[in-house]
């Protein structure tokens, strides 16, 4: 065996062994950073398979365009340079990719760090290329089968003779849909808008429409800093909304490391009251009971399993909150989806509403005959409506609910699914799918 090979075995074995030692030794919050740690080592090593393969495609596209086959001396000096220079961009970028995920450990502060934006950013850009990459392979070779058994014609030559072409083209396009994504995130969210019938509405004198503003999926992180919380703080402020529900994944670290990004939610202003129930997140990155003390010092509800009565416009609201799906095996003391605790004191006279963050959790709701008369309209996040163009199919599989408005008439409950106001990891989200939703109860 080629020696370099044995050294990188080696020394990728010693770094899973001291891994592994490190999560059998610790517990609660660090346990779980040291998780997450150890899969994106482990995901890295993966990537090195895919990136040997990006390597050996794009190189080949380059060295084939741009061969080195030219007489004139002055001519092949120049080329070797362009080569050069777009082999090393080309290492660049691999690299930056690799160590993308790196970045929800170090570098980290109020504002997005411009070198894990890049990096984080990068990663899309490699997702896309790859994808785009195995597409040519497999056309290409396709194409080369049958053009070897029936007689040539122009599409299959032209096929096979572009390969080199239509690599560049892949990576080209893989930036391109890293250029959308980033312009995605770089400009406000949407405000959407939606009205919800509820029937335990008075349409008495002093009896009207509650309005609340859903925020989801907020994930304060290595890519989400203070002015982008700001400037979602005032949009929400703006609405004048009657409640603000934030339903989960609000942080992706500690409290801190990005106290400063997440001080803007302070500010939040409703009649009603501000809402927080966690997400998966919540579980992932952080300390959940340092974000909860950090948001009840900013006057913001914590929903723990919990519900609050309140009477808005005339109107009697339950509002409930139940720790995410995922906190049942996050084996964090004290926390864990309870709906039956979360609901408990709403009644079928008052109007319910429940944060749940995870789609699934609704639909566990809606086939619980008990719960789901409790309910008249859940509040979820979590899918991110795919984040990226090529994650859609996923979560549609793995999700009760994808985007947007349901209605369940079985049990007469709404579920409504936010896009999310933000996005995990990369600053690359598809058109229009950071959101903030504006549902007016009437
Ligand atoms: C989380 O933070 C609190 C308050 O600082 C601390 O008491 C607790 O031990 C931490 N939890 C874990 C599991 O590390
Ligand atoms: C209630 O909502 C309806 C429908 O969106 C709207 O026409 C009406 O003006 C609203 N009323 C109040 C008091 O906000
Ligand atoms: C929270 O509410 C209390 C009482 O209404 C108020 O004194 C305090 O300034 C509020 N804190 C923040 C951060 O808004």
Not at 266 to 277: I, P
């Amino acid at each position: 065996m080629n020696i370099k090979l044995k050294i990188a075995l080696v020394v990728i074995f010693v770094i899973h062994l001291s891994m592994a030692i490190a999560r059998k030794t610790t517990d609660g919050v660090e346990h779980h950073r040291l998780l997450r740690l150890h899969t994106l080592l482990i995901t890295s090593t993966a990537m090195l398979i895919a990136s040997f393969y990006m390597w050996k495609r794009v190189t080949f596209a380059i060295t084939t365009l741009f061969p080195f086959s030219s007489p004139v001396r002055s001519r092949r000096l120049r080329l070797l340079c362009f080569q050069d220079i777009a082999l090393a961009l080309l290492f660049l970028f691999l690299f930056l990719s690799h160590i993308a995920m790196f970045f929800f450990y170090v570098l980290l502060g109020p504002e997005p760090n411009v070198i894990a934006i890049t990096s984080l950013s990068f990663i899309a850009a490699y997702a896309h290329i790859l994808i785009f990459l195995v597409l040519v392979d497999i056309i290409f070779y396709f194409t080369k089968l049958i053009h070897n058994k029936v007689t040539p014609n122009s599409v299959h030559t032209y096929l096979v003779n572009n390969r080199s072409y239509h690599i560049l083209l892949a990576v080209f396009l893989g930036f391109m849909f890293m250029f959308a994504g980033l312009y995605s995130t770089h400009t406000d969210p949407i405000v959407r808008k939606t009205t919800i019938p509820m029937k335990n509405f008075e349409g008495t004198v002093g009896g009207s429409n509650v309005s609340i503003a859903l925020l989801s999926d907020i994930h304060i992180g290595p890519s989400v800093g203070r002015s982008r919380i700001r400037k979602i703080v005032d949009m929400t402020n703006a609405l004048k909304p009657d409640i603000i529900a934030i339903a989960g994944d609000l942080a992706d670290g500690l409290v801190r490391d990005f106290s400063g990004a997440a001080e803007p939610l302070c500010d939040l202003k409703a009649r009603g009251g501000v809402y927080f129930a966690t997400g998966n997140h919540e579980y992932m990155h952080g300390n959940v009971t340092e974000w909860f003390a950090f948001l009840e010092d900013c006057n913001i509800t914590i929903l723990h399993n919990q519900n609050k009565h309140i009477t808005v416009n005339g109107q009697k609201l339950c509002v409930a909150g139940a720790d995410d799906l995922f906190a049942l095996r996050a084996h964090v003391p004290g926390h864990g989806m309870d709906l039956k605790k979360a609901l408990s004191t709403c009644t079928t006279d008052t109007t319910n509403i429940l944060l749940a963050h995870q789609p699934n959790a609704a639909k566990l709701v809606l086939t619980d005959h008990e719960l789901s008369q409790k309910v008249n309209l859940i509040l979820s996040g979590h899918t991110h409506g795919g984040q990226m163009y090529p994650f859609v199919p996923i979560v549609h599989i793995a999700n009760a609910f994808v985007r947007g408005r349901y209605y369940d008439p079985k049990t007469d409950t709404y579920v409504y699914v936010s896009a999310g106001v933000n996005y995990f990891g990369p600053p690359i989200k598809m058109f229009g799918s950071c959101e903030i939703i504006f549902i007016n109860m009437i």
